[in-house]
């Protein structure tokens, strides 16, 4: 015969069949939260010849003065011929971070084979890799640091107005008027230096950059946007997207670059790169300091480099 619900033995509050969390079930495998790739070393030649104890990395720039010219016999006045040159100097700095643990912190992750300690080591590394990404495009205007997107001298090339209400964004343009703004950035930079710089990369910000890889052509094509590009421009032969490059140009507005990726135009600067130190001992914490020594991104020669804005 069964018992009625009110002859059922009531449990307090702390009473239970099942103790709190005894039937959760966790998983070994950690889900962490995910960051967006740093692309400044894979865009960007790296260049660690700089020493460690490098302040500043100097480089010259020669060039050759006077032309030779048609002579008779037995001249005595031929034309002289010189060289000229040109210093540049850009700023090193240190870039840091810092993790630390006490030792019972270190007990209890042992014990919840958390492994906390190599995980705060992930994270200071993560954090000078940011902060090099950071200004390896932005650079620093107050430590003279340099970078890809704030020199002074690449080449600007204005994008026509020619959307729809005389607008530059590519959401107002046909496809052939973006295929026309792309061919503009790039053929720039070879029509300003007479061929002597080509470009060989262009970047876009991302929403740009899927935007293009998505939309056919035309109507009745089955070739998108960025495919035909690449097919028929001579001299591109990589586009890639960075986040960097959204709302950086004027206005703020989005910007496009295109730019010979190779180490004699462009380098990243990286004398020493990242390093943790001795631990230190600070009461009941242990302190480990990290560093790395950074230059920025130099470019050799400027008018390697164009960009246009409002896109």
């Known amino acids: 015969m069964n018992k009625s619900f009110e002859q059922l033995p009531h449990l307090d509050a702390d009473e239970s069949a099942f103790f709190q969390r005894e039937l959760e079930f966790i998983k070994s495998r950690t889900f962490d939260v995910k960051y967006a790739e740093l692309k400044a070393r894979r865009l960007f030649p790296l260049n660690p010849e700089a020493d460690p104890g490098a302040t500043e990395i100097t480089y010259y720039q020669y ?32 870039l840091g971070a810092a993790y630390g643990y006490t030792i019972k912190e270190i007990r209890s992750s042992k014990m919840a084979n958390k492994k906390i300690d190599q995980r705060r080591a ?35 090339v204005t994008i026509p107005a020619d959307g729809t209400g005389s607008s530059k964004l590519w959401s107002t343009k046909t496809p052939a008027q973006i295929i026309r ?68 140009g004027a206005g703020p507005s989005d910007r ?27 009461n009941l914490e242990f302190i480990i300091d ?13 008018m390697s480099v164009a960009y246009g804005d409002g896109i």
Do not use: H
């Not at 060289?83 to 700095?93: A, E, L, M, P, R």
């Not at 032969?237 to 709302?247: A, C, P, Q, S, Y």
């Open 63 to 94: 060039d050759q003065a006077g032309m030779a010219k048609i002579i008779a016999n037995y001249a005595d006045d031929l034309p002289r011929v010189d060289i000229k040159g040109k210093k540049f100097t850009s700023s090193v700095k240190e």
């Open 122 to 156: 992930n994270a200071a590394r993560r954090a000078i890799a940011q902060a090099e990404n950071k200004y390896a495009f932005a650079g620093d205007a107050g430590t003279g640091l340099p970078g890809f997107l704030s020199n002074p001298n690449i080449s600007s």
């Open 181 to 248: 703004d792309l061919n503009l950035v790039a053929n720039t930079i070879v029509s300003n230096t007479k061929g002597v710089e080509v470009p060989d990369t262009l970047l876009l910000p991302v929403d740009k950059y899927t935007y293009i890889a998505s939309t056919p052509r035309s109507d009745n094509s089955d070739t998108t946007i960025l495919k035909y590009f690449l097919m028929n421009n001579p001299f591109i032969k990589n586009v890639d997207w960075v986040n960097e490059l959204t709302g950086a």
């Open 256 to 282: 496009m670059m295109a730019y010979r990726r190779d180490p004699d135009a462009l380098t990243l600067e990286v004398p020493s790169d990242f390093e943790q130190l001795d631990v230190e001992k600070r």
């Open 290 to 302: 990290c560093i790395e020594s950074f230059g920025g991104v130099i470019i050799y020669y400027p």
